[in-house]
């Protein structure tokens, strides 16, 4: 017997809400993630991210391809050639995120990162995977460049953590009165020594100086790009660093803090790790081992609280799914992932989630996590920073200025003219 219409109608009806209340099914989804962890339990731990993602959301299908540091970076230069990225691939900000940006390769996830996303996570630290107020990625380890040092060698030259340009200078001058050498640099690699000069510049200039340089509508010979040099030779003048530093690796530099020569280095949170490294015993300092942050310029624009340093993160895409940004947003916002990401067993980062200092016990971790949480602004690393062809000039012209062979106008008009030639 046939339905009559008003039956007819109340099924349908019922189906249709059925439906509602149930949900139509998802579309399924396939997200392409590289990263570059090679290591067992690293790849472990990003694979059970993702196993952990999916039984959250059954329509996602992850596919990972891990690549060693340089294949990676090989690898992806030439999907980007070909205009077909990854969804999802680590990055560390900056200027290639920026060519990638401006070759329209990356998704802008902006409209996904305001609210409680950009709550959650440092605001300086969430900054560096953006550009002209776009975002293309987030952090989940973020540290900073400060100075370790030797609390023995500061106790027998009766000093205390520099607060001042002025009372570095001054500190060093009782450091070579102790006997030791008051800085260990290794400026054969060159990068450890342009840390100097970028704080300075930072201090110097603060934010304003740096993206006025950046956007063109300032200059990286500005006034606060040539006092960061002049500073850095005040400092040179005092012959603070070993003997053959200009020759010497990063390695050199760790080991002359480790054995004790050396009272102090400029230098990233992986820092103690490689004094260890490069100690008969591989203990380094042990409870003699401190850290501080870069001190203030005095006439500087820059804030105490402004923040050297990098980390490393992810970037989207320009094809790919919504789900890709929202398995972002779970690796650097779970409670469960940040937690499994500070513990130093697994990997020790500094997490990028305010409120995690809480959960770090290594003392200098801990105070680098909380300046990073707060930090409005934070600079990235030059040499990351800049385009390719700039970031070498900088690496050039701060060696020279630390070989006294270039004046501090000079190697800020390097720089300039290597921006300005990138720029046309």
């Known amino acids: 017997m046939r339905l009559k219409k008003s039956g007819l109608f109340l099924l349908v009806s019922i189906l249709c809400l059925s439906l509602l209340l149930i949900g139509c099914p998802k579309k399924e989804r396939t997200i392409s993630w590289w990263h570059l962890d090679t290591q067992d339990h690293l790849k472990a731990a990003w694979q059970k991210m993702a196993d952990d993602f ?29 205009g077909d990225p990854p969804d999802l691939f680590r990055s560390w900000g900056g200027g290639t995120m920026i060519e990638y940006a401006n070759a329209g390769l990356l998704k802008d996830i902006t409209k996904y990162v305001k609210g409680d996303w950009a709550k959650k996570l440092s605001e300086g630290a969430f900054k560096v995977y953006s ?11 973020m540290g900073a460049v ?47 020594g342009h840390f100097w000069w970028v704080y300075l510049a930072v201090r110097c200039g603060g934010k304003e100086a740096f993206e006025k340089a950046y956007n063109r509508t300032g200059s990286f010979a500005d006034q606060p790009f040539v006092m960061a040099g002049e500073k850095l030779q005040e400092l040179v003048k005092l012959e603070p660093f070993q003997t053959g530093f200009l020759g010497q690796g990063y390695n050199d530099e760790a080991s002359l803090v ?44 820059g804030k105490p609280g402004d923040i050297l340093g990098g980390g490393n993160g992810y970037i989207i895409g320009k094809n790919a799914p919504k789900e890709a940004v929202e398995f972002l947003k779970f690796i650097t916002t779970d409670p469960e992932n940040v937690k499994n990401l500070i513990d130093p067993k697994l990997w020790g980062v500094i997490p990028t989630v305010k409120g995690a200092a809480s959960q770090v016990t290594d003392p200098y ?32 012209a701060v060696q020279n200025l630390l070989g006294e062979s270039t004046t501090p106008k000079e190697a800020a008009e390097m720089i300039e003219k290597s921006m300005v030639e990138e720029s046309e």
């Open 146 to 192: 400060g100075f370790w040092y030797n609390k023995a060698i500061f106790n027998e030259a009766g000093i205390q953590p520099f607060k001042t340009w002025s009372e570095l200078l001054d500190g060093c001058k009782k450091i070579k009165d102790a006997g030791y050498i008051p800085i260990a640099v290794g400026e054969g690699d060159k990068w450890p």
């Open 54 to 82: 999916m039984a959250k959301n059954p329509h996602v299908t992850i596919e990972i391809t891990v690549l060693e540091n340089e294949a990676f970076k090989q690898k992806i230069k030439t999907l980007m050639q070909s």
């Open 131 to 141: 550009y002209n107020g776009k975002y293309y990625g987030a952090p989940y380890d």
């Open 365 to 396: 971790k801990k105070q680098i996590t909380e300046m990073v949480a707060e930090a409005e602004y934070f600079q990235l690393y030059y040499d990351q920073a800049l385009p390719p062809a700039v970031a070498q000039t900088v690496l050039d």
């Open 258 to 301: 480790g054995n004790r020569k050396a009272a102090m280095e400029l230098m990233g949170q992986w820092a103690p790790y490689v004094q260890q490294a490069n100690t008969d015993d591989g203990k380094g300092l042990g409870d003699d081992l401190g850290w501080f942050p870069f001190p203030v310029v005095e006439g500087g624009a």
